[in-house]
């Protein structure tokens, strides 16, 4: 008799074997306006049971590849600084073993712990940002670890020119204006992903990807703190994943899934499809897993 | 003073005058994931109150046809065979007396109970299916009677070329593949419907019509055990429904509403919707009717 | 220290200095479906603090403008023609102050109040009607004062051709009927609106703009009391709003969020920023600002 | 093929054999809270199938005795005067019949409907009021039709002494005053009902009895508009209505369910429990079934 | 790195030391009304890290005891034998290898399997039944095997006089009939069970607990199929499970929580709580244990 | 025409005029848990409307009283200390102008600010602790300021023998062993209570009230990030407050209201009720008041 394992669907390899190395960090202690982002990653695994391993647009099964998901890292609530260190620290120990760090949030703050660990490794590092939110504020009420921040941050840690932004469609004003002069922002949708995606080919820079789920329209996925109307469809954002995973993308994010806010589980569902088939189009197409 | 009859609006024919006869199959005994459509006819009953019984798309009114509505069979919940004997049986009546059944799930497996019928009267029996997912599944977990087999049990009813499958996006991989050689399947949407039609008229064969509304996008219809993301639109369904009823449709069946699901209502409120257009659809186009 | 004041973000001018005064409208007496649009202004109010001030869909910010608040009106439920002097009394107030009244519902039945007060002024007013609903009914169940007649009311006072309504997807045949003789109705959608604002703006008419959230699709908008499948997105009322607002708007209505029914939050969301995106354009494009 | 019949289960005696007769008022237009008592008859009467006809703790079957369920008035929401002469009407057919009316509402104003007929044909009645809430206002803003003012209305048709309020624990200090001088009230419990109920049982006066649901406690019936802590439990309300049947009861209500407040049912259940147990009490209890 | 364990809390002893070990079996194809009981057992797990693993009333830690989770079976919806049967071997297993079962439902049939397994190993088995319902119908609808008949088809197993049921108040007239003959039954609370407790200590018999949670009040435990008014306090049902556990337990299960008819959480955390204190009760009072 | 201000029923005295001060406190960042505390003062404002301003319990009114309420501090989530520093600003100028800060919060650790700021003024300060947690933890996960450990802080202010802790029912056994060393821990109820008052009033020691509202039982107060089965019922609450406030209350704070946890609103209803009953009984209690 086995103790209860329980990961997200289809992804029970070892993980020495594994390629991709899912880890899930439930925190959102700096939400500003409706908190549950740390019930995401376990409401991802827990749902996948109802989603099947096979992905009809990318013909391919997550049982055709070694994924294996390492549950929850158990952050403290309230200390950022630790949480994000905890976070760093997980990144960095799958990098170093030559593996492709996934990380499932959380709050969009997150993501910094997981950039500042490949950063390390990559620092050539250029971020791809799908989100509804600039999240380029210098400080929120005081805090410069909010998740109303965290593109300033990582700003802070790969320079200009090297943050490329999607779907943006919410910010005070000066977000805009610092975006206008220190990334590539790109408002409303994914016009120039495309475009985008073949410099970053060609160039062949590595690539942290994050997508904020909230990038999504609110009537596909409301389970999320700060839905935003005007939003991406689901085949939208299906494309620009299967886009954008052709270039040298080295580590990745999930984030703002707050299951609780959306009873009709529709947004966990869907997350929970978005993070398959971001797994296959990775496992298709990071150069990594040629080998 | 009379006693409180509930049936859906403008569907207060007597048996004996009307065409179409509803009834409903409140069972979800082999639901997998999220049960809860045994509540889905009797809601669709209940809140069609608040729908207008006039159609400003097809400009006409439920109240300009004869339909009856048999309220909901007594079903053994944890029965599969003797709930779908009740079902044929009541199909069967229907049918003999010259009518049209018109089927309230309930989950999807209902549908066989129906087709059962259907095809003892019609053996040439085609089969239309609108659905996120391929139902081809020949056991699950064990059980051969079950949501996620239903057509593959009716193909062995109807046999190869006569199930014509829609807006399909789940299944496992041998699902595909048998559909691939035995059914004739169209991924995402209702691209071919209008070609299928053509075929049918032509023919003028006995057709089937099973509507798992699942096949609808979750962001409008979130009601339902297994919402699948990526799928078609309200109008996109009502403009298919309004297509596929030109063909010499014999039976029918709207299935999978699960209610409670979505305490917004509006899963209800669209079921009842795509229902009114389906009636007023059907009432049209049957040759049975023109008479 | 100061008292709690509460009001919808950016919009804490003083009434003196301010061009446009919101006021709520709590009542919902007379929904014959599904109560609670009575809790919609407040939860606009409450719930903008989640929303920006700043729209990058118009490159402005609402506190570029001077506007003011005032807060709910007090009405007496149950007590219809009461409730709508004491709306029509506000209306009049602001008009006679030489600012713009944007009242917030409600049902939309409050729309007759700020309307009777708006024609008083304006005896040439237009009503540009955005609803899911035609509201043409004569009577409801014997009241002439429903929600169901509010635009049939307005044209009493209005006369032939003088409302013009956009994306009617739900009445009884004597409705659709109505419009044909007196009204000038686009069904579904907005099409024809760009043609009608030209006309507006060539002619310098005083408009009243009412818009019935529900004219959305319940996809994005499930929070309203009769939810009706086959609506406009987000985008596409944002775009309309932006064009009517080129004509001469001298009041306008935002009614039927009814935020208990939409758990998620999302209706709630949505309707701080299309408000936020109506002050903005009403600002930008009301000639009356000009001075 | 029979049409859908829906009545409180075991309720299924013809209007002519029934000694009690079931009518649903679903009002609510003058709740100054949270509306949605409207929705409680049909509600009692969808639910009912999950409870049980036998009782065991009065050793009797709802079978056993012949009770005809009517139905829900269709009532004019926003028109309380006429919603009230409809509720008049019905209450003065079924009396003028010799059977016992049973009012489900809605709101508690639609009790003046019944009290109003029971009072023509009894005009030595005695009120006894089961209640969180005074009900002894004059007027409401303004509206002297109002559930805050029912039993000051029912006051002006009774005189003093006839009103026995118990279980209040919620009003204005005007309504406590004017309850010393004019009724006979009970805080917060059933204390004295017994005392009562014998002085009624020896004069044999006719009693009207009026139950508003809020009289429990919230921890087993948060399903209602205004929810008051510190009420009394189920079993404190059977053992009441078990004690006070004993007396002459005419007429009876159960109001004040807002089902839809209540998302896990169970006050819905507890209404469709006590409205069993007070049919079986009245059943062996009113004189007039003992012919 | 680790994959990720998931088990109730402070319960990760391994099987071989385990002297108590939790299996669930989330089956609810029977369920009469609503369904929901399969998501029971992981949600109890689940939701366990919100619980301590001491016990205030018990000065006991679950960590000073060995027990292990095996996590739930994989059972198929629709077909009870089967279900039956799987839960059967499981707890022939555990018990072969000289531990304790205890089974977390899932609807009340599960104990039927469990029962089974039991009165193999021990032939003069007793039952002890907490639970609001009889569960003694002969069939339901024409089935033997459903969570109504679950007691009776148990009876048939142990014979007269071995059922001792408690908090029973609800079941149709034959129940109760049949109980007065074959079971020992305290109606609506555990009035008598001290004084069983004595007899079952004395004589030594080996006894199954089967806890129904539906015993407990639905105000503090809504979260279940079928809530019935009028049940115990969750003190009240601590106390009896201190008291029958001084008897010589030998298998035991929890059932019927139904977690997502909650959504306040709080049936999970009483259902969690209940298990805690059953748990460290048993593990005290189990004269295997002492060995 | 004023702007919208939003104060507890009742509390609409000025500043300078008050003798209690209401203040809120939004943070919820470190609850481990369920979030959503820093909705609760909000809500309680909000939802006041729905509450008399007598109470039969007291005979007596709010508006008998003079009580401002200052609104919500706007706090920096995910930064503990600057909260507490800005909370410990509130209380102290609410304290150095003589009069009674009442603290709302948020999660428990916001008490910790009001208590520095009472413990400078009061350095004989004494706490008495209504709670179902002990909330004595040193650390949580490595952070000292955690909801979980804010009476172990408040310990290390006041020292030995000042913290007298009532209905306390959960925390691991470390806190319970520091409970016997170094508090006055009262488990599961208020006994004792009269007893601690007695001498409290005779020894006239200033004494801060922290009533963390999950001491009452999850049947009348889901809404709450930890519910804990096994608590004290409204009554029992209400009648601790009026015997607690005989003592020389010189600051106080109710905390841990989660609305959204409870759609049913009976939560904040009753958090609502419990505020107004202290309010009145601390006005006719304090020493200060009677000048």
Same mark, same amino acid.
């Given at each position: 008799?086995?103790? @209860?394992?329980? @990961? ?239 270039? @040298? ?5 999930? @984030? ?36």
């Amino acid at each position: 008799m086995q103790p @209860n394992i329980e @990961n997200f669907i289809g992804c029970d390899s070892s993980y020495r074997a594994a390629s991709i190395v899912l880890y899930g960090a439930p925190y959102d202690s700096t939400t500003s306006y409706r908190p549950g982002a740390r019930f995401g990653p376990a409401a991802i695994r827990h749902e996948s049971y109802g989603l099947e391993t096979y992905s009809p647009y990318q013909n391919a099964d997550l049982t055709d590849f070694d994924i294996f998901d390492s549950g929850d890292l158990e952050l403290c609530f309230g200390s950022s600084e630790s949480a994000l260190a905890d976070i760093e620290a997980r990144a960095e120990e799958i990098l170093q073993d030559g593996k492709f760090p996934l990380l499932l949030g959380g709050e969009h703050l997150v993501t910094l712990g997981a950039v500042r660990a490949a950063v390390k490794k990559y620092p050539d590092l250029h971020i791809v940002h799908f989100d509804a939110h600039a999240d380029l504020r210098d400080d929120y009420l005081g805090a410069k670890l909010s998740h109303a921040c965290v593109l300033r941050r990582c700003h802070e840690l790969v320079g200009d020119g090297r943050i490329h932004q999607f779907c943006i469609r919410s910010g005070d004003r000066a977000e805009f204006e610092f975006a206008a002069q220190h990334t590539e922002m790109h408002k409303f949708d994914f016009t120039g992903l495309a475009e985008l995606t073949e410099q970053l080919c060609e160039s062949k820079v590595p690539v942290y990807l994050t997508i904020d789920l909230d990038c999504l329209d609110p009537s596909c996925f409301p389970g999320t703190g700060t839905p935003e109307a005007g939003g991406v469809s689901f085949l939208q954002l299906l494309d620009a994943i299967r886009t954008v995973t052709k270039a @040298n993308i080295v580590a990745a994010d999930l @984030n703002e899934l707050a299951p609780t806010l959306d009873t009709t589980g529709v947004s966990t569902a869907t997350a929970c499809k978005v993070l398959r088939e971001t797994l296959i189009a990775l496992d298709k197409g990071w150069p990594g897993f040629q080998v």
